[in-house]
């Protein structure tokens, strides 16, 4: 239902933009809020980025400042621009939609969301 792709070996400082293509219909697409979340080996999954179905956005601690994250409802796509890579970015990212959110809601917690893609490598060296 989801597919993330986008990621790769990028040095320190670089930038990557991620993709997410969605093939839920586009009623459910434009009803969804969507996140990014990463995981590194041995660490929990954490949110990157949200975005409400109203296109508010809400960013984890590390990447407030340096990602952005956008969604393209006609095309059912979610993207997350990644600047000023840091080696402890290095993680897997995965694309997640929430098909019950509340218009404006941004939802952080994993457990909120419905729909997971199979996660793209970022792998950032110093």
């Known amino acids: 239902q989801l597919q993330a792709s986008g990621g790769g070996l990028v040095q320190a400082g670089g930038s990557l933009r991620l993709s997410c293509a969605v093939s839920l219909s586009t009623y459910t697409f434009s009803r969804a809020a969507m996140g990014w979340f990463r995981q590194a080996p041995g660490k929990e999954r954490e949110l990157v980025a949200a975005?409400?179905?109203?296109?508010?956005?809400a960013y984890g601690d590390s990447a407030r400042g340096r990602f952005t994250v956008s969604r393209d409802n006609a095309k059912k796509m979610v993207y997350l621009q990644m600047n000023s890579l840091q080696f402890d970015d290095t993680a897997v990212y995965f694309c997640?939609?929430?098909?019950?959110?509340?218009?404006?809601?941004?939802?952080?917690?994993?457990?909120?969301?419905?729909?997971w893609g199979q996660g793209t490598l970022v792998t950032v060296s110093s």
């Open positions: 975005i409400s179905r109203g296109n508010s956005a």
């Open positions: 997640a939609a929430d098909v019950n959110a509340i218009y404006s809601n941004t939802p952080q917690d994993p457990a909120d969301y419905d729909y």
